[in-house]
């Protein structure tokens, strides 16, 4: 199995732990995998939910947690890959990739639409981007259009299959089809190579859900990936930064809890069913508005994203949303992070 080389850093494994927010991949998970030769990923959605002033001023106590779980993130990584998702429809999110490089994150990973100045935030900086990507076409567009206005390409490539958690790069009705992502995926890795022979660079390809065990990832690095992103494993870790109720959500899930749930994103999203999704039959009250998405509007969402997350983040499972991958039913114990990179890497 070989390293995973971005640009001039390298990860001693080709795994990366995929990004979870709110609050479910901080500095605890993302330093312990990275310290195991994986690269930790901490998610920059509502770091700071737990962080002092965060009602009052949520970007600021946002902010201020993302300083601190970088730094230490990379502390217990002892010198291993630390990198931030940041959802590109987030409010400030040019706030959000400052802040990650001027700590010292080795990488940006940026989908939930399509980043289109990335490459400008991060001129002038060592580190490295990859955006998130599920077709053929949007990696085309992309591409292209950081080739023409920045004369600059990605340094790694996620593709987001439909078996991963959280919010979806597809529509009700792909996720529907159950087509074979196999021959989209070999589409983007030649649509990629393009981009590779323009620039005389490797973009390493890496693709992410429903990713389980060692044969998942062998299945993908013959198809031409040089990685995988995994996090749904990961959430039922003792290092894991979730409540232990969330994580028990996952080990006592059952294939025919998992649901597909419309967010107020406007993704579609895979969630654990529970209480909070079997109410959203009548529109929720929504007394706060944390500023999370540029483009919420109160008046019109079923329910605050927000809120729901941070509910279960915190342990209320019942009261708030569950994201989960394709194959969490399989999950059956808590486990360490070196046992699930064991698990991945036989």
Known sequence: MNALKIGDITAQLPIIQGGMGVGISLSSLAGAVAGHGGVGVISAAQTGFNWDGF???????????LSHHIKRAKELGKGGVIGVNIMHALANYTEYVKCTIKNGADLIISGAG??????????????????????AKAAKILLGLWEKKYNRTADMVIVEG?????????????????????????????????FEAKFNKEIPIVFAGGIHDGADVKHYLK?????????????????????DEFKQAYVNAQESDIIITKSPVGMPGRAIN???????????????CYKCIGNCNMAEIPYCISQALINSARGFCEKGLV?????????????SVQEIIKELTE
């Open 223 to 243: 198809l031409g990936c040089a990685g995988v992103q995994v996090a749904t494993r990961f959430v039922a870790t003792h290092e894991c930064d979730a409540a």
């Open 274 to 288: 529970n209480d909070f999704i079997k109410s959203l039959a009548e529109k929720a009250k929504i007394t706060k």
């Open 114 to 135: 399509l980043p289109t100045n990335l490459p400008e935030l991060v001129a002038n900086s060592t580190t490295k981007i990859a955006p998130i990507v599920s077709s």
């Open 162 to 194: 439909p078996k991963a958690g959280g919010h979806l790069g597809f529509s009700q009705a792909e996720l529907d089809s159950n087509e074979n992502f196999d021959e989209k995926l070999t589409e983007i890795i030649q649509e990629v190579a393009k």
């Open 55 to 65: 009602d009052t001023n949520p970007l600021k106590a946002n902010l201020e947690a």
């Open 323 to 335: 994201f989960c991958g394709a194959n969490v039913h399989k999950i059956s114990k808590i486990s």
